[in-house]
């Protein structure tokens, strides 16, 4: 596994994440 796989993954994970939280809230 390459770490810019792994750092796209994590990004994609954050960015789901991330509007999770601001659906909740909105």
Do not use: H, P, W, Y
């Not at 390459?2 to 994609?12: D, E, G, K, M, Y």
Request: net charge neutral; hydrophobic share 45%.
């Amino acid at each position: 596994m390459s770490a810019i796989n792994l750092s796209q993954r994590i990004t994609f994970l954050f960015i789901r994440v991330k509007s999770d939280v601001i659906g909740c809230e909105e």
